[in-house]
């Protein structure tokens, strides 16, 4: 007669406390060295032809040689027709713009890049650390900050970029041109007064979650990082912390629709070097399918 033996509890629970600590250590390993690409398709208005974009965020000079490598060749193996640097490619306290600069060099190889500023860069700029935003340029990059361009891609498209909220900040977060900053409020006129379809460049999503700026600027699109998708990801819950937005917040990653205004929130490439390391997040390009709507 064949017997079974039970498998003794203290081995039983050593066997699931091995599997939680395998899980945590790929979780945290791969959130760190393990880059991803995710693709959204979204339609917009204002274009006759597809457009993709690839968009990178929040890369805190974390990635190492081999992994900015794997990050480059997932770059070219989507193709972009743009490639955006959406804020906070280096951190306020780098010694120098180096980091950064190589893969810009490398991605301008791929597409055209333009890139946004996050507060690190206006940290990194108010520190006077090197001439930032020339060393991107001569990178290969173009600037956006508080300005746009046209391009014939699609048809027609304006890409601009804006660090500052776009509306007041003020207990109040209207868009009442008596409350906001007068260069604001006047580039975010000049913007929208276009028939091209508008992409806006903003590295805190919170510039369009909050106050009454999705409801009062015609911009199609807005392209954000800041809250690395929730710095952890929890299974059923979600991105944990999204700064200003608390706790398990609801625009953090992935595509949303806010009062007319569509909003893509990469999770972003890394994280300063004082936060807790990312879970179960892995570094990410964010590429963008658009579309013409209808």
Partial sequence: MCVRRKLPWRLGA????????????WGFWSSAHSPVSRCWEIGMPGLTEPVRLAVLADLHESLGK??????????????????????DMLN?????????????????????????LGNHEIAYLEAGTSPLLEELE?????????????????????????Y???????????????RMDPAVYGFLQDFQATDRCKILLCHRPDSFV??????????DLVISGHLHGGQAVLPLLGGVYGGD??????????????????????????????????????PEVMVLDLVPQG
Avoid: M
């Fill in 14 to 25: 050593a066997l699931l406390a091995a599997g939680a600590l395998l899980w945590l250590a």
């Fill in 245 to 282: 937005q608390g706790w398990f917040p609801r625009y953090v990653h992935g595509v949303y629709e806010k009062e007319g205004v569509t909003i893509a929130v990469t999770s972003g490439l890394g994280t300063q070097p004082e936060r807790l390391p990312r879970f179960r997040n892995p």
């Fill in 92 to 116: 306020s306290d780098s010694a120098d713009a180096s980091d950064v600069c190589t893969l810009t060099e490398l991605l301008s190889e791929i597409a055209p890049v333009y890139c946004a």
């Fill in 164 to 178: 500052e909220y776009a509306f007041a900040q003020d207990d109040f977060n209207t868009c009442d041109p008596d």
């Fill in 66 to 87: 081999a992994d900015r490598q794997k990050l480059v060749a997932l770059v070219e193996e989507a193709a972009p027709d743009l490639i955006l640097l959406d804020g």
């Fill in 138 to 162: 001569q990178a290969g990059a173009t600037v956006l900050e508080q300005s746009y361009v046209d391009l014939d891609l699609g048809g027609g498209i304006r890409l601009g970029g804006l």
């Fill in 210 to 219: 909050f106050g009454e700026a999705a409801r009062t600027w015609d911009v």
